[in-house]
C-alpha cells in the first residue's frame, strides 16, 4: 500500500498552499475519491480535507437575484435548500434524481462537479486499455461493452460520459462555478468546466493546477414552474442515466419565448442541446416542432456497438421532458423511469 498523508484545511488559503505539494488532492465528501483509491485507480500521496473550511457550506442569495450555492453543501441539503426547491426546481429534481439517499447525505455540490466517469474499464485496473486512467494505452470500451457509453461529442481516444446528474441541471440554467487558485479567483460558465475527451481523456474539466471550487452561482430564476429533470435509467434508484434531459421553458402562453435543454448520459459533460432550444424558441410549442427539436439535438450523434438505442431514446426522452416543463400539472411525467411517450 502506498503511503498517504492527511491534513485538514483550516482556511481556503491555507487548502491552496497545501495543494501545491505534488500529489495532493482535496477530498470532501469522497464518496467517488475514495472509491477511485480502494481501486488503485486514484494514487494521492497527499490528501487535503476541506470540509471544515467556514463558508463554503452556505446557500445565499445573490444581489443580482440569483444564488450562490457553497461547494462543501452537501447534495441533499441543497435539493431540499427553500431557495433551491421554490425557484430552481430543476436543480431539486436533479440532485434528488442522483445516486441514493446516503450517498446524497455525504456528497458536496464541488464533488458532485468532479466526480468521474463510471466506464467500468476506467474502474477496473485489470483492463491494461484505458486512456482516461493510462494515457497512451488505449480504449478498452471501443471494442468491448459500449451500452452506456456516448454518441455525442466522443473522441477516438474516449468514449466514456459524465456522470453527474446535478450538472446537466446546472449546463440548461447557464450555471457559473466559481474557483480560486494560485492566481486568483474566476468564474468559469459551467459549458467550460467539463471538457470533451479530444486527445487529453485523461482531464475531465478545465481546473487549473490546486484550484479549488468555492461555489456555484446561478443566474436570478426565469423558468418558474416550467421545468423538468427526466433521467431515464436501468433501474427506479440507485443507477447512473442511460438518458437525461434538463428541460426549462419560458412560455407566453402556448409559445416558446426561451428553451434551455441539456443532456446527461450522452457525452463526456453535460451536452446542451442548442439546435433544440433553436428550433423551439418563438414558436409554438406542437408535438411535430417537438420533434423536429429533437431530432436536431441529436442530428451528430454516432453510436457504438451496443447503444444505438440512447439515439432514439434521447429524442424520446426530450420531447416527454419539454412537454412536461410546458405543463407541469401534467401527469405525463408521473412515472419518469419508462414508458416514454
Ligand atoms: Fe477509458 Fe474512456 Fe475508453 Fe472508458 S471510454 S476505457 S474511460 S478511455
Not at 90 to 98: D, E, T
Not at 219 to 233: Q, T
Request: aromatic share 4%; proline share 6%.
Amino acid at each position: 500500500m502506498d503511503p498517504i498523508s492527511y491534513e485538514r484545511a483550516a482556511d481556503v488559503n491555507g487548502a491552496l498552499r497545501s495543494a501545491q505539494e505534488p500529489g495532493s488532492m482535496y477530498i470532501g465528501g469522497g464518496t467517488n475519491l475514495l472509491d477511485l483509491m480502494k481501486g488503485g485507480v486514484s494514487r494521492p500521496m497527499r490528501l487535503i480535507d476541506i470540509t471544515r473550511i467556514g463558508g463554503l457550506d452556505t446557500v445565499a442569495t445573490l444581489p443580482d437575484g440569483g444564488l450562490r450555492i457553497g461547494a462543501l453543501v452537501r447534495n441533499t441539503d441543497a435539493a431540499n435548500h427553500a431557495l433551491v426547491r421554490e425557484r430552481y426546481p430543476l436543480l431539486s429534481q436533479a440532485f434528488l434524481a442522483g445516486a441514493s439517499p446516503q450517498l446524497r447525505n455525504m456528497a458536496t455540490v464541488g464533488g458532485n462537479l468532479m466526480q468521474r466517469t463510471r466506464c467500468q474499464y476506467f474502474y477496473d485496473t485489470a483492463f491494461a486499455q484505458c486512456n482516461k486512467r493510462l494515457p497512451g494505452s488505449g480504449c478498452a470500451a471501443l471494442e468491448g461493452l459500449n451500452r452506456t457509453h456516448a454518441i455525442l461529442g466522443a473522441s477516438p481516444q474516449c468514449i466514456a460520459v459524465n456522470p453527474s446528474d446535478m450538472s446537466v441541471a446546472l449546463a440548461a440554467l447557464d450555471a457559473v462555478v466559481r474557483v480560486r487558485g494560485p492566481s486568483g479567483e474566476r468564474a468559469v460558465p459551467i459549458g467550460e468546466f467539463h471538457r470533451l475527451p479530444g486527445a487529453r481523456p485523461d482531464l475531465d474539466t478545465t481546473l487549473q493546477m490546486g484550484e479549488l471550487i468555492l461555489a456555484v452561482d446561478l443566474p436570478p430564476p426565469l423558468f418558474g414552474d416550467h421545468a423538468h429533470y427526466l433521467k431515464v435509467r436501468d433501474r427506479a434508484s440507485y443507477a447512473f442515466a442511460l438518458v437525461s434531459v434538463a428541460a426549462a421553458l419560458q412560455m407566453d402562453g402556448n409559445t416558446v419565448k426561451d428553451a434551455r435543454i441539456a443532456l446527461g448520459g450522452v457525452a463526456h459533460k453535460p451536452w446542451r442541446a442548442s439546435a433544440a432550444e433553436q428550433a423551439l424558441n418563438g414558436r409554438p410549442l406542437t408535438d411535430a416542432r417537438l420533434r423536429e427539436a429533437a431530432s436536431a439535438a441529436l442530428a451528430d450523434a454516432r453510436a457504438q456497438r451496443d447503444n444505438a438505442f440512447k439515439i432514439e431514446l434521447a429524442q424520446r426522452a426530450i420531447v416527454r421532458a419539454v412537454k412536461q416543463a410546458a405543463n407541469p400539472a401534467s401527469p405525463l411525467a408521473a412515472d419518469d423511469a419508462g414508458g416514454l411517450a
